[in-house]
């Protein structure tokens, strides 16, 4: 708890220190001003990654199981329900033992729990420990002889010794909970990225596809303006001819002068895309080196 602290409160001095360089000079502000983002963010990632390496314990308690109460080990763990009650199944699932429902309960069958002389059935169930904490949840572990009818037994028979092998199972479990919470961290990250880059990479694309268009106004360009001086020099040659002729000249002319504004007009919207493009691909560069970062510190979680 004291290093959660002292990340906190890290993350507290480093966003004083963030604000603190809006009043440097501009010359020096856009490097520091970076560098500091850079660093709140690790800081701020840090805390988080801090909180969800504190190992929680089990402990007794009581729940619900068919409107009656029944002693229960219980855990919380700073993780969604959702998450919990898959790494439960995976943790299982690896022993071969699948799971049945009943009354709100994942039930696993014929468990060997540690300190008893018979299987159990183990009844497990994950609440979200409340509205306002929905990354946070509580694991509730029933322990019954298996095929024991949970609600006609009396409360000394088969739970008083079961309740410490099952907050044995449940402390054994939290680790694994967490390497589970983590490959899916893991996977969601490297989505994040794959998503990241492949924006930069439509941006790359489009500044592509803007330059083809770009030579291509500019190759029209080049040949409107050696149309329009020949149709100059057409109309210059034949100033004495009919009036119908002229007139026909003159409108083309007109048109190919159209054309050069037109082309014009396309090649300055083309051009300024263009320079869009490559701002935007520097700061989707940036944006991947960011989420790349994550991934890189999660991986490095899993290696630990």
Do not use: W
Request: aromatic share 8%.
């Amino acid at each position: 708890m004291a290093n959660v602290v002292f990340l906190y409160c890290g993350c507290l001095f480093f966003n004083f220190l963030y604000c603190a360089t809006k009043s440097a000079r501009p010359s020096s502000y856009n490097k520091l001003n970076t560098g500091m983002k850079k660093l709140f963010t690790f800081i701020v990632f840090l805390t988080v990654t801090g909180l969800a390496y504190a190992q929680p314990k089990a402990s007794e308690g009581k729940t619900d199981f068919q409107k009656t109460q029944q002693p229960a080990a219980m855990i919380t763990v700073p993780y969604p329900d959702g998450v919990v009650d898959g790494a439960i199944g995976d943790y299982m699932t690896k022993k071969g033992i699948k799971s049945s429902s009943n009354g709100g309960y994942k039930v696993y069958r014929n468990y060997n729990l540690a300190g008893l002389d018979h299987n159990s059935d183990l009844y497990f169930k994950v609440d979200r420990k409340s509205r306002s904490e929905k990354d946070v949840s509580v694991v509730y572990l029933l322990v019954a002889k298996t095929a024991e009818d949970i609600k006609s037994r009396k409360l000394t028979d088969s739970t008083g010794s079961g309740l410490e092998g099952a907050k044995e199972l449940l402390d054994e479990m939290a680790p694994s909970i967490e390497a589970y919470s983590l490959e899916l961290q893991i996977k969601d990250q490297e989505a994040v990225v794959k998503k990241a880059q492949k924006k930069y990479d439509e941006l790359v694309s489009d500044q592509k596809d803007g330059e083809k268009k770009m030579r291509n106004l500019e190759d029209k360009l080049a040949q409107n303006k050696k149309d329009q001086v020949k149709q100059s020099e057409s109309i210059k040659s034949n100033i004495n001819g009919d009036d119908k002729s002229m007139a026909k000249a003159q409108k083309k002319l007109r048109s190919l002068t159209d054309d050069e504004s037109d082309y014009d007009k396309s090649l300055r919207s083309t051009m300024d895309k263009i320079e869009q493009s490559k701002r935007d691909q520097q700061k989707q560069q940036e944006e991947i080196s960011k989420q790349q970062d994550i991934l890189s510190t999660l991986i490095a979680r899993r290696k630990g």
